[in-house]
Every structure is written in C-alpha cells, then in structure tokens.
T-cell receptor
Framework: GDSVTQMEGPVTLSEEAFLTINCTYT??????LFWYVQYPGEGLQLLLK?????DKGSNKGFEATYRKETTSFHLEKGSVQVSDSAVYFC????????????FGKGTRLHILP | DTGVSQDPRHKITKRGQNVTFRCDPI?????LYWYRQTLGQGPEFLTY????????KSRLLSDRFSAERPKGSFSTLEIQRTEQGDSAMYLC?????????????FGEGSWLTVV
C-alpha cells in the first residue's frame, strides 16, 4: 500500500543553519504531497503542498519540490530560526483512495539559539 | 470560520470506562476524518465520513470503537471498555472534497489517558 518514509530525528541545528528533511513515498496512483508541522502542544498545521510533478510548494521560507522520478518531497529552508522547532510530518493523499492522508512518522527539529 | 473544534481537549479515564469525543468540522466541509496519534509516531487513519456516510474504517478500529456523524455535521468517536493501549491523541480533520489534493484541516486533538 501507499507509504511515506522520512528521516528519523531528532535533528538539531544552530540558528541560521540550512535545513533539509528527507522524505520519500510509495504510491500506486498519482498522489498529492504535503508537509505538516506540529508545534509543542498544538495540532497539525499544513505547511505546504504540491499536487503534481515538478511543483514546488513554499511557505514561511520552507520549500519542497515534487520529484516524481525519485519519488521524493524533501523539505528545505535556507536559514532556520528557534521558532521553527517542531515536529515535521511528510504526507501524501491519493485521489484514488478518497484523499485519505497517509503520514510519515515525523521528524523532530530542535533549533539552538 | 472557526476551524475544526474538538472536545474535550484532555480526558483521563479509568480502564474499562467508556469515553466519547466530539468533533465539529469547518462548516460546509462534507469530509470528516478521525486519526490517532501516539507519542513519537505520525497520525494513523481510523475512519472517515462523506456527509453522514461512514465510507472506510481502518483495521485499527476495533469493535470497541464506534464513530458517527448523524446529520453530516459534527461527529462523535466513542471508545468502550477503554484499555491502556488506547492512550493517545485523537485527531479530527475535515475537507471540502471539491477537487483532489484538497487541504485537510486538523483540529487540535483530544488527548486520552487511560489509567
């Protein structure tokens, strides 16, 4: 079945460092891809999404490009801030499966001042 | 638009008791989803509704779990005879289901602790 694999955390970086969180997926159909973020004590928030190959989703300085050839959707940010500390989830939804979202296990990010 | 609302936010119950969670989706969203999230894991799909019809149930949803959406608006998730393994955060989400790749909006979750 469909699945999402993302790099294990925790990831610890200093403020202003470059961030990459890897995500790859397996899907039988043509999925839409998402990154969700969960701040401490809060629910899930959509960070960005891409619905077709080569689309780039972006928000709050974060970017991810839908790479069909490598089945990847890596999250990047050029200069992280302490406020970016959170858990990041890569996810997919498949129109052929009624848009049910399937999540990766999450990557915890710690940014040190 | 007030977002997806869940109640209660926190519940502590003794093993063997029944608990019920309520979810109020964003108005006019006809899709409603329930997920479960345990510590250190991503959310796992439990079930979803299209209007009042329950279209899919995960194998994670044992016979002790039941979900309803009687009028196609709010939904309830009931857990009977709770077990310690039921301790988790239960997340509700909704979407308009107009096009594929719709954004699904999550509530802040209901934490359940079974002691």
């Amino acid at each position: 079945g469909d699945s999402v694999t993302q790099m294990e955390g925790p990831v610890t970086l200093s403020e202003e460092a470059f961030l990459t969180i890897n995500c790859t997926y397996t899907a039988t159909g043509y999925p839409s891809l998402f990154w969700y973020v969960q701040y401490p004590g809060e629910g899930l928030q959509l960070l960005l999404k891409a619905t077709k190959a080569d689309d780039k989703g972006s928000n709050k300085g974060f970017e991810a490009t839908y790479r069909k050839e490598t089945t990847s959707f890596h999250l990047e940010k050029g200069s992280v801030q302490v406020s970016d500390s959170a858990v990041y989830f890569c996810a997919l939804s498949d129109r052929d499966r009624d848009d049910k979202i399937i999540f990766g296990k999450g990557t915890r990010l710690h940014i040190l001042p | 638009d007030t977002g997806v609302s869940q109640d209660p936010r926190h519940k502590i119950t003794k093993r063997g008791q029944n608990v019920t969670f309520r979810c109020d989706p964003i108005s006019e969203h006809n899709r409603l989803y329930w997920y479960r999230q345990t510590l250190g894991q991503g959310p796992e799909f439990l079930t979803y509704f299209q209007n009042e019809a329950q279209l899919e149930k995960s194998r994670l949803l044992s016979d002790r779990f039941s979900a309803e959406r009687p009028k196609g608006s709010f939904s309830t998730l009931e857990i009977q005879r709770t077990e310690q393994g039921d301790s988790a955060m239960y997340l509700c989400a909704s979407s308009p289901r107009l096009l594929s790749g719709n954004t699904i909006y999550f509530g802040e979750g209901s934490w359940l602790t079974v002691v």
